[in-house]
């Protein structure tokens, strides 16, 4: 069984091998899973409320490969 933390270095080299757009199109579909989840939590419906902070850590990781991704191809001019 591997350790949580192997487990996330795993996702995170799955996102890096991921394109920008489908990086992008992860972000709405998380998005849209968060919003899922919120509705269900209100009416009561939710099993697990605690998958809404991990679809944030999710989405929150997605975002940053993203944007070194963006700060690879366009790199600043530092001196």
Known sequence: MPS???KNEEK???LT???VVELVAKIGELTG???KQRLEI???RAKNIREVFH???QLARTKTVIS???AVK???NQK
Do not use: H
Request: hydrophobic share 35%; no cysteine.
């Open 4 to 6: 949580t933390k192997k």
């Open 12 to 14: 995170i080299i799955r």
């Open 17 to 19: 091998d991921m394109t």
């Open 33 to 35: 899973k968060i919003q």
């Open 42 to 44: 209100a009416v009561g």
């Open 55 to 57: 679809l944030r850590k």
């Open 68 to 70: 070194l991704k963006n």
């Open 74 to 76: 366009s790199p600043s």
